[in-house]
């Protein structure tokens, strides 16, 4: 499942997927990396070290809630409606969130 999300300031068009990461899962860090999510690139490429790789299951499960959590605070807003319900059911947004 995608979701549309448009940056207000600069009208940057992103297609993000919500649930699992198949890409985390089965490439670890890259994925981030190669969205420029260099924080959490560096975080998983640690942890990574540390765990031996194990921690690309953990990760595989929770990165794309934390890439659509950073979108949203950097002034991302959804495209369109379906965007919008994929995005308060799935609790990132309120059901009043952005209702103008």
Known sequence: ?????KNKKTNQL?????GFSW?????GFFPALFRGDWKW???MFITS????????IVFAFIYNK?????????????CDESSRHI??????????ALSN
Request: no cysteine; aromatic share 12%; hydrophobic share 50%.
């Open 1 to 5: 499942m995608n979701v549309n999300l």
């Open 49 to 56: 070290l540390i765990t031996v790789g194990i921690s690309s």
């Open 14 to 18: 992103i297609q993000a997927k919500v």
């Open 87 to 96: 995005l308060v059911n799935k609790g990132f947004l309120s059901n009043n």
């Open 23 to 27: 890409t985390t899962f089965f490439f």
């Open 66 to 78: 934390i890439y659509i959590n950073n979108l949203l605070s950097k002034d991302y807003i959804p």
């Open 41 to 43: 690139a560096l975080i």
